[in-house]
């Protein structure tokens, strides 16, 4: 089990960004696949974006390309969700999630590892 601490989210007005963060605590992030989803009131949790190990591949859900990036850095055992451009939809509880190998990226129960969620909402 990894015990992954998430941080950044907060109150922003529509067209302003956000960027979270996310660590292991008392493991290498770098050998871990990382996604991050978010959850609003009475809605399901929803895929956000995924990146791989390395880094080299990343993945987003069509709402969110063109103004979410997500990035690693292995070195500082952090991974981040950059968020611009956001939207009062966007307003949700995001988690943080890891495994050392998901069979659908994109899938939540292919995650073995979440953090606690931080909450990020955007006023209109």
């Known amino acids: 089990q990894v015990q992954l601490v998430e941080s950044g989210g907060g109150l922003v007005q529509a067209g302003g960004s956000l960027r979270l963060s996310c660590s292991p605590s008392?493991?290498?992030?770098?050998?871990?696949?990382m996604g991050w989803f978010r959850q609003a009131p009475g809605k399901e949790r929803e895929f956000v974006a995924a990146?791989?190990?390395?880094?080299?591949?990343?993945y987003y859900t069509d709402s969110v390309k063109g103004r979410f990036t997500i990035s690693r850095d292995n070195a500082k055992n952090t991974v981040y969700l950059q968020m611009n451009s956001l939207k009062p939809e966007d307003t949700a509880v995001y988690y943080c999630?890891?495994?050392?190998?998901?069979?659908?990226?994109?899938?939540?129960?292919?995650?073995?590892?979440w953090g606690q969620g931080t909450q990020v909402t955007v006023s209109s």
């Open positions: 990146i791989s190990r390395s880094g080299g591949e990343t």
């Open positions: 999630a890891a495994d050392r190998a998901p069979k659908e990226k994109r899938l939540s129960n292919s995650y073995a590892n």
């Open positions: 008392g493991r290498t992030l770098s050998t871990y696949a």
